[in-house]
């Protein structure tokens, strides 16, 4: 005979799935911005505020934000520890969703502020350009949506 779920096991199913969910586009966004995830031309580059820039500032920007990729395999393999636990450990899950989202956060700013330097250092008529670029990319974007 099965015991009903209660509240508490639906709420660890709940952060279970999450996990798993942030996990995949994790595994899909690193795929796409790495370049693993199909032919070059057609392939996500990031958001159209980076990809309207040239490609020289744009490969710039990129090497900064490389990672150690064995430090993103230990995050990973902490996270399917933490699931795969029993009794399973929702505070510890937290913290790691928390760290995984400061290393987001830290990785924004780092790419806001990379960006910002990136404009600083063009004349006003390479940003004219970069911003004709960019409303090209956001209205072809959108028409894709539509």
């Not at 798993?20 to 057609?42: F, P």
């Not at 450990?89 to 330097?117: C, H, K, S, W, Y």
Request: proline share 5%; net charge positive; charged share 30%.
């Amino acid at each position: 005979m099965s015991r009903p779920l209660t509240a508490r096991r639906w709420r660890l199913i709940c952060i279970a799935s999450l996990a798993l969910n942030c996990a995949l586009i994790g595994v899909i966004a690193g795929a796409a911005i790495t370049g693993r995830g199909g032919d070059r031309e057609g392939r996500w580059r990031g958001s159209p505020l980076i990809s309207a820039l040239p490609d020289p500032v744009r490969s710039e920007l990129r090497e900064g934000r490389r990672s150690d990729p064995q430090d993103r395999r230990a995050r990973f393999g902490a996270l399917m520890d933490t699931l795969r636990a029993d009794p399973f450990d929702p505070a510890a899950l937290e913290a790691l969703l928390r760290e995984q989202r400061a290393l987001g956060a830290a990785r924004a700013e780092r790419a806001e502020a990379g960006l910002i330097g990136a404009l600083s250092r063009m004349s006003p008529a390479e940003r004219a350009a970069y911003a004709d670029r960019l409303e090209d990319k956001m209205r072809h974007r959108g028409a894709r949506r539509e």
